[in-house]
């Protein structure tokens, strides 16, 4: 009888002596370290394709920006003077302001239409949509320079428009139509809604059908459908598209030196008048700083707010 728990102990303790038993259980740290290593070498395959475009981006784009900042503090003189100037003119502040209003009105206006031609892009007939997508795309082919010296053709004293008026009677003297600020909106409006109009068309074909048919089964109104459920589901390339046009507004240059014939001044404008027109490049490099960070914050807002992959309308 004492034989059997002396004979059952055995093997326990040579079990012991011979130290752990490995078990037959897959261990996953090694599984898990198995996968991690292809994962840090796709990573650093990556890393090494983007590296040159980095680096371009680099040479082209920060290290001038480095210099540009280093001239608005040692231009004339070291110091922040330049950028105290910049807080307290008034006529940098009015071309600021004037700035802001213009992007302002540009934004909404082209989105606003954007949003109209987006839904017919959409949600339009097969004609419809061809027509629109000829519409939008033809622009890109004609270059900006020559777009805005086509408005004013059209908008100037002597133009196409004020002569039609003339001719019919409806007007004695012609309208002040360019080298003003309504030039300048309309000439913008007219390149930038294209950009718009993309977010928006991809925002609106990401709505799920089913979701306004069951609005229209519960016996909601059209309009209400459009104001309550797809205009919400829209929201996110709405937000994508101002942005956008916004950030593109504020550095037009060649459509409002042309259009506003010199009234209606902008910050580009501006950076290259103190740049070419008079030797005053520390306020140019003020102004030109300035300018990057706020398009710098509106492009974290872009990301923050409207992801890439949520700019064409999140579900």
């Known amino acids: 009888m004492r034989l059997r728990p002396m004979a059952a102990a055995a093997p326990f303790s040579r079990a012991e002596e011979e130290g752990p038993s490995v078990s037959l259980a897959p261990d996953h740290r090694t599984e898990w370290g198995r996968q991690a290593t292809p994962r840090r070498a796709s990573r650093w395959i990556g890393f090494c394709f983007i590296a040159p475009l980095l680096a371009f981006l680099a040479l082209v ?12 503090v040692t231009l004339p003189k070291p110091g922040i003077g330049q950028y105290e100037r910049l807080a307290t003119d008034p006529l940098v502040l009015s071309v600021f302001l004037r700035t802001f209003r ?12 954007a949003y109209a031609i987006a839904y017919v892009w959409v949600r339009g007939t097969l004609l419809q949509r061809r027509l629109t997508e000829l519409c939008i795309l033809i622009p890109f082919l004609i270059s900006v320079l020559t777009r ?13 428009v004020n002569t039609w ?30 950009f718009a109009a993309f977010p928006l068309a991809s925002a609106m074909r990401s709505v ?10 519960l016996g909601a109104s059209r309009l209400r459908i459009f104001w309550r459920v797809f205009l919400p589901m829209t929201a996110s390339g709405l937000i994508g598209a101002a942005l956008i046009v916004f950030v593109f507004t ?14 209606s001044i ?49 579900r």
């Open 61 to 72: 784009y920060v290290i001038p920006f480095l210099g540009v900042a280093e001239w608005s």
């Open 102 to 113: 213009i992007c302002a009105i540009v934004t909404f206006v082209s989105v606003t239409a």
């Open 148 to 160: 805005a010296f086509g408005w004013l053709a059209l908008l100037s004293s002597r133009g196409l």
């Open 165 to 194: 008026l003339q001719a019919s009677g409806l007007i004695d003297s012609p309208l002040q139509l360019a080298r003003n600020e309504f030039g300048v909106v309309l000439g913008m409006t007219h390149v930038l809604i294209p």
């Open 208 to 217: 799920d059908e089913r979701v306004l048919l069951a609005a229209r089964g």
């Open 250 to 263: 504020l550095g037009f240059f060649v459509t409002p030196a042309i259009l506003g014939g010199g009234r």
């Open 266 to 314: 902008m910050v580009a404008e501006l950076v290259y008048l103190r740049m070419f027109q008079s030797p005053d490049w520390g306020l140019g490099a003020a102004v030109s700083v300035v300018l990057v960070l706020i398009v710098g914050a509106l492009m974290a807002a872009l990301f923050r707010f409207a992801r890439p992959a949520m700019i064409g309308g999140g």
